[in-house]
């Protein structure tokens, strides 16, 4: 059978570089490895090779495979020199790098099950060229930037490479980053373990010390990627996958398999909106309260999504009342990207440094950001995600997939922290339940429970649409909300792939991102 190809990114010279190894015959890994390395260059303060990634490999009539590329604490920290020096762990700098990088790993593994014809050099060299020549800042860039001024400029390397003259970036600003450049050279010809058990390793270990980090040349020599199954759940549409511990995936998949038992209540947006918003709550209560390594589960999360966990959680939701909130919540930044090749394979993935610009713990020497992961780890002692060494974060990324009834099948994602999960069920349910075109349902107003991206409100933010049109029912259903511009970044990065039983790929992304969406030929 014949399949169209297709790409779609947040950045659009990621899309680009993901949509030419497609023409060129390659898999749909080989196109997400291509796109990973230039989407670290375009967009440094959503992602970079010093953090973390989960895949879902989808060849079709067969189970998905899931990656997990996430890195652990180093194996020699002491977490109580972190309770003695306050609540939280550091958000930044050279201390706040706690955990293994792991995204390196999880492109390697997704190569090895899911490679053609593509060498590394071919995969990296849009990459190098855009690193060497320089990208052009855009708003998204800008916003971080000087969102993160404040808490990264005292950092010498971060200064150095995303400060010019000490200065926060500017729209069509050239930014070069030939450091980096090298480094992914060095990954091209020496091979992508290099990163743990080569030169690069070396020289990372030694910045990592300079910056004060714990992590250790053991912790690179330890680190491997995890091939594992997926979570999965039956819905009335279809059967919907995700990724497991430590990620939140259970909670997409608990939202949308609870709106499927309610859906027939609503009538109408307003309905829609309360409906998902209060499924939400009860997917995240859940999810606060078991996720973690999965090492360390108390339980196996498949487990939540069976039709008695499923129909206890809808039991919970009135039609017309909002449940009392907040909850607490979770930032995060990240880039999703989706692409389908020639053969069929679907690939939904998801890359990240959880805050903007991570730690800003730039190495100096390889010219790129380290994560501040571990930031999600408790220092509380009987704290199921607890800080301990060898233990992996929990993790907000989520790579989600479908395959439904009528035979069609769908990768789908975003960037955005809390708001992952609410931004998959909005696009899911209007393209799925409610029958709007793939791109309408990703560009129109969305919303957005709990606080993302360093916010501290816990309201139900709506973009200005929504909010003008269904404050008031809101409200009175016991709603706290607030409203946002239209298009607002906060909102996420969404973007999404179908491709239907003849085929045809329909790829779409977001309008509030830099983003592309591509096709081949057909």
């Known amino acids: 059978m014949k399949y169209q190809t297709a790409f779609t990114a947040p950045h659009y010279r990621a899309a680009q570089a993901g949509q030419k190894i497609l023409d060129e015959g390659g898999t749909a890994s080989e196109a997400m490895v291509a796109a990973a390395a230039m989407v670290t260059v375009q967009y440094p303060h959503m992602n970079s090779i010093g953090g973390d990634s989960f895949w879902l490999i989808c060849h079709p009539g067969q189970q998905p495979i899931a990656i997990d590329g996430c890195g652990v604490a180093a194996l020699n920290i002491d977490p109580a020199v972190y309770r003695a020096q306050g609540d939280a762990l550091p958000a930044s700098g050279g201390s706040a790098a706690i ?31 855009a690193a060497r020549e320089g990208i052009e800042v855009t708003q998204s860039l800008v916003n ?20 010019p003259d000490g200065k926060t970036l500017e729209i069509g600003q050239i930014l070069r980053n030939p450091t980096l450049a090298t480094t992914f050279e060095r990954l091209a010809t020496a091979g992508l373990d290099d990163f743990y058990r080569g030169e690069i390793a070396k020289q990372a270990a030694a910045d990592l010390a300079a910056l004060g980090s714990p992590l250790t040349l053991d912790d690179f020599h330890h680190h491997q990627a995890r091939v594992m199954a997926p979570l999965s759940v039956q819905t009335g549409k279809g059967k919907l996958y995700n990724f497991g511990a430590p990620t939140q995936g259970v909670a997409s998949l608990l939202i949308l398999s609870i709106y499927d038992r309610l859906v027939a209540q609503a009538d109408g947006e307003i309905d ?104 999600s780890f408790s220092l509380d002692s009987a704290h199921h995600n607890v800080l301990k060494p060898g233990k992996k974060p929990f993790h907000t990324l989520n790579p989600a997939y479908a395959e439904l009834n009528d035979g069609q099948r769908i990768v789908y ?28 349902a990703i560009a129109m107003p969305r919303w957005l429970l709990g606080r993302t991206w360093g916010d501290d409100t816990h309201q139900l933010r709506l973009e200005q649409s929504l909010y003008l049109a269904y404050q008031d029912t809101l409200r009175e259903r016991g709603h706290e909300i607030t409203q946002v511009k239209d298009q607002n970044e906060l909102m996420g990065h969404a973007g999404a792939i179908t491709l239907d039983q003849s085929g045809q790929a329909t790829p779409a992304t977001d309008p509030r991102s830099d983003g592309d969406a591509l096709t081949g030929q057909f």
């Open 99 to 129: 955990t293994m990088a792991g995204t390196i790993a999880g492109w390697q593994q997704a190569l090895t099950l899911n490679h053609r014809r593509h060498s590394l050099p071919q995969l990296l060299q849009p990459a190098i060229t």
């Open 144 to 163: 971080a930037s000087e969102k993160t001024v404040a808490m990264l400029a005292d950092i010498p390397s971060f200064a150095q490479h995303y400060l």
């Open 272 to 375: 829609h909106i309360h409906l998902l918003v209060e499924a939400t709550k009860q997917a995240f209560i859940l999810r606060d309260q078991y996720v973690t390594d999965e090492a360390d589960l108390s339980i196996s999360l498949q487990q939540l999504l069976t039709e008695q966990s499923i129909d206890a959680c809808a039991a919970r939701i009135s039609p017309v009342q909002a449940q009392p909130w907040p909850h607490i919540a979770k930032p995060g930044d990240t880039v999703w990207m989706g692409a389908t090749d020639q053969y069929g394979t679907m690939v939904s993935f998801i890359q990240s440094v959880y805050w903007e610009f991570g730690s800003g713990a730039v190495l100096p020497n390889l010219g790129f950001v380290w994560n501040n992961r571990a930031r």
């Open 413 to 440: 994602g975003t960037m955005g922290g809390e708001g992952q999960p609410q931004t998959q069920a909005c696009l899911f349910s209007r393209y799925v339940y409610q029958g709007y075109a793939l791109d309408e």
